[in-house]
C-alpha cells in the first residue's frame, strides 16, 4: 500500500487540493469552479456559533451531493442501536464481557456493527453509543454517513483504510479516527480482517480538553493529529450509500462514487492520532490523582466541567508515588464508565478483562480493583517501576449507559464479574 500523506494539527485550518489548481484563491465560491467542479460547505456547527467553535469547510467536487440522497429506501440493520435505546435490562450493576464474537467471516465494517451501549437522544444530540465492529471484507462499492453523530474509531486488531469524501485514512491497533458526522465514507481492510470499538457521539465534536494548571505540553499535543491530503475517486460505477438519519436507516443506489471531492479547505474533517503521543502526567510524591488527568478528547455539555462523553486513555507509565495504593482507588461515580483494552494488562483488573473485551460501570454502581490487584498492590515493594505495556480505553458520560438485547444475550457476558471482589477480606482491626 502507498504510504499516505497527512497534514498535522488539530483544529487547524487546511487547503489541500489533489489536481492543481482546482482550489479557487481568494474566495470560496466562484462564478464557475475551476475544472468545472461544484462549490460546497459543509458546515459543522451554527453559522452564529463563537469562532473558537466554528467548524466548516469547502469542497469542490465533481457532483454535487444533492444527487446523492434521493429515492432514498428504509433498510435494516438490526444491531445498531441509536440512544434511546430503552430496555428492560438493569444497569445498577457492574457487567463486563469476554472478547466479542466474530459474527460472520462475510462481513464489512458496516454488516459487522453491533451496539454494546447506548445513551442520551440522538435527535436532542445528547449522549452517545459505543458499538463493536468486525469485518473480513472491504466496502466495495457501498458508502456510509452517519448524521446522527461522529464516529470515533478504535481498533484492537487488524488495520483499516478508511476512505473519505475529504480524503484517506489509514489506522491500526495503537491509532485512533474520528469521522465527522455528514462526511461520507467507506471502509476496506488493510489486513485479513479487523475488529474494534467505535464510540458514536451525538453531542458536541470532540476536541482537545481544557488543559487548566496542567498546561499545554501535556496529554495530547494539536501537532500530533494527523488530517487527509485530498484525494478524489472518478469512478464511474454503481454505489450503494447508506445514510443513518434518528436511529434509521436507507439506502439508494447512485451510478458513480461520492467520494469526488478534488479540493477542500476548512477546519472540519476526519483525523487520526497515534495512541502512544498521548503524555500524561502523573503523582510524583503520594497518593492517586483524578483519572480526568487521562482525557485524551472530551465532547463537553451545557454544564462547565461535566462532560457528554470524555475520550479517556490509559497507557503505560511509570509507578514512583510514595507510600501510595498505586492503582485506582475504590469509587463510585456521578459519571457513567464504559471501557475497553487494546492491548497489555489494565493494573486494576488482574483477571478477567483482555483485549477486545468490555466492563460498564454505570453512575454510583462502586467498582475498583479486583481482589488479586489489590492484594499485589497492597503489599508489594513501593520502588520506581514503569508498567507493562498496555493501553486501555474509556468512554465517560454524563449519561448512563444502556446496554442493548444483543450485548446482554452474549455468552461473553460475564455472569460472575461482581464476585471479582468477595475475596477482600474484612481487615478491620
Not at 487547503?15 to 464557475?32: I, M, V, W, Y
Not at 481498533?155 to 475529504?166: F, R
Not at 439506502?251 to 500524561?280: C, K, M, Q
Not at 486513555?313 to 498505586?326: D, G, I, S
Request: proline share 7%; net charge negative; hydrophobic share 35%.
Amino acid at each position: 500500500m502507498t504510504e499516505l500523506l497527512y497534514q498535522s494539527g488539530f483544529g487547524n485550518h487546511f487547503q489541500t487540493e489533489a489536481l492543481a489548481g482546482s482550489l479557487p484563491r481568494g474566495q470560496n465560491s466562484p462564478q464557475k469552479g475551476n475544472h468545472g467542479l461544484y462549490t460546497e460547505q459543509l458546515s459543522g456547527s451554527a453559522f452564529t456559533a463563537p469562532r473558537e467553535e466554528q467548524r466548516r469547510s469547502w469542497l469542490y467536487r465533481i457532483r454535487p451531493s444533492v444527487q446523492h440522497l434521493k429515492n432514498l429506501v428504509e433498510t435494516n440493520l438490526d444491531l445498531i442501536k441509536t440512544g434511546p435505546d430503552i430496555s428492560n435490562f438493569s444497569i445498577a450493576s457492574p457487567l463486563r464481557w469476554d472478547p466479542f464474537p466474530q459474527i460472520s467471516d462475510r462481513s464489512d465494517w458496516l454488516s459487522g456493527l453491533s451496539t454494546i451501549a447506548t445513551n442520551g437522544n440522538a435527535a436532542l444530540q445528547l449522549g452517545g453509543a459505543v458499538h463493536h465492529y468486525v469485518a473480513a471484507l472491504s466496502m466495495v462499492d457501498t458508502v456510509f454517513v452517519n448524521t446522527d453523530g461522529e464516529l470515533m474509531f478504535v481498533p484492537y486488531e487488524g488495520a483499516l483504510l478508511i476512505k473519505s469524501e475529504m480524503g484517506d485514512l489509514e489506522v491500526s491497533p495503537g491509532d485512533l479516527a474520528v469521522i465527522p458526522r455528514g462526511v461520507k465514507f467507506s471502509v476496506d481492510l488493510a489486513t485479513s480482517h479487523t475488529r474494534g470499538y467505535v464510540c458514536e457521539n451525538y453531542g458536541e465534536a470532540f476536541r482537545l480538553p481544557e488543559s487548566g494548571l496542567m498546561g499545554i505540553n501535556t496529554n495530547a499535543s494539536a501537532r500530533d493529529f494527523e488530517f487527509p491530503v485530498a484525494s478524489f475517486d472518478n469512478t464511474e460505477r454503481p454505489t450503494r450509500i447508506v445514510t443513518k438519519m434518528n436511529g434509521k436507516f436507507f439506502e439508494t443506489e447512485i451510478p458513480h462514487s461520492p467520494l469526488d471531492v478534488v479540493a477542500w479547505h476548512g477546519n472540519l474533517a476526519p483525523y487520526r492520532y497515534e495512541l502512544r503521543n498521548f503524555s500524561a502526567i502523573g503523582p510524583t510524591v503520594f497518593d492517586h490523582p483524578d483519572p480526568s488527568i487521562w482525557t485524551l478528547l472530551s465532547s463537553p455539555s451545557e454544564k462547565i466541567g461535566t462532560a457528554n462523553i470524555d475520550f479517556i486513555l490509559f497507557r503505560e507509565q511509570w509507578r514512583v508515588a510514595e507510600n501510595t495504593f498505586r492503582p485506582p482507588w475504590f469509587h463510585s461515580n456521578v459519571m457513567s464508565e464504559l471501557m475497553g483494552l487494546i492491548e497489555g494488562i489494565y493494573d486494576a483488573k488482574a483477571q478477567g478483562f483482555r483485549p477486545g473485551g468490555v466492563s460498564l460501570h454505570n453512575s454510583f454502581v462502586p467498582h475498583g480493583p479486583d481482589s488479586e490487584a489489590f492484594q499485589k498492590a497492597s503489599n508489594s515493594e513501593l520502588k520506581p517501576e514503569k508498567g507493562h505495556n498496555s493501553l486501555a480505553v474509556m468512554w465517560e458520560s454524563r449519561y448512563r449507559w444502556q446496554p442493548t438485547t444483543w450485548a446482554m444475550g452474549l455468552t461473553e457476558l460475564q455472569p460472575d464479574y461482581s464476585e471479582r471482589w468477595s475475596g477482600l477480606p474484612k481487615k478491620f482491626i
